[in-house]
């Protein structure tokens, strides 16, 4: 059974870094893309960003370029997300999301088949 | 960038009724086009991708159609378990998400 578990989020300040992890397991986390999507309280979906099985393509959205770092360990069936500048328009459920094409060659080009259940990311002052 | 838009923003259906919801590209995604359905305090679930194609586990009763811009969902005969958010999302350049439809009781 594939399992995406989302952690590290919290009540940040603006202006500070928080660092999100994702647990894989169930199937072989090194064959495939992953991404992070957020959905802002009572909002809509927002694809954030998105790493290749090799880590060799990544992708952002315009609203986090330059402040989010996308990573992964294939060792230890994870991903990251790291957050530097946060603001309080980054407020959100921020889910990991499972690409459903097997190493492929595009991070922009698939929908993703599984999801985590989100951890909260909440920047206030 | 490529915006999506959904229509109607709020649909109401009774049990057993057909429901059609729209979603559209402002410019070609060929058929990189999928579904999902997200219940309250629950994760989205992809429902379609491809524009058609049923993923694993979903019932008939859910059917995808359109290519270019036009899309359409449609559940053929609405179950209780079917109210919901449906979303749809391009993966033609880099993914995007419509605004959402809202599945509720007639």
């Known amino acids: 059974e594939v399992q995406l578990v989302e952690s590290g989020g919290g009540l940040v300040q603006p202006g500070r870094s928080l660092r999100l992890s994702c647990a894989a397991s169930?199937?072989?986390?090194?064959?495939?893309?992953m991404h992070w999507v957020r959905q802002a309280p009572g909002k809509g979906l927002e694809w954030v960003s998105g790493?290749?099985?090799?880590?060799?393509?990544?992708g952002y959205a315009d609203s986090v370029k330059g402040r989010f770092t996308i990573s992964r360990d294939n060792a230890k069936n994870s991903l990251y997300l790291q957050m530097n500048s946060l603001r309080a328009e980054d407020t959100a459920l921020y889910y990991c999301?499972?690409?459903?094409?097997?190493?492929?060659?595009?991070?922009?080009?698939?929908?993703?088949?599984?999801w985590g259940q989100g951890t909260l990311v909440t920047v206030s002052s | 960038e490529i915006v999506m838009t959904q229509s109607p923003a709020t649909l109401s259906v009774s049990p057993g009724e057909r429901a059609t919801l729209s979603c559209r590209a402002s410019?070609?995604?060929?058929?990189?086009l999928a579904w999902y359905q997200q219940k309250p305090g629950q994760a989205p679930r992809l429902l379609i991708y491809?524009?058609?194609t049923r993923a694993t586990g979903i019932p008939a009763r859910f059917s995808g159609s359109g290519s270019g811009t036009e899309f359409t969902l449609t559940i053929s005969s609405l179950q209780s378990e079917d109210f919901a958010v449906y979303y749809c999302?391009?993966?033609?350049?880099?993914?995007?998400f419509g605004p959402g439809t809202k599945v509720d009781i007639k």
């Open positions: 999301a499972k690409d459903i094409k097997l190493r492929s060659k595009s991070v922009a080009a698939t929908p993703f088949d599984y």
């Open positions: 169930g199937f072989t986390f090194d064959d495939y893309a």
């Open positions: 790493i290749s099985w090799n880590s060799g393509s990544i």
């Open positions: 410019q070609s995604v060929s058929s990189n």
């Open positions: 491809g524009a058609s």
């Open positions: 999302q391009q993966y033609n350049n880099w993914p995007g």
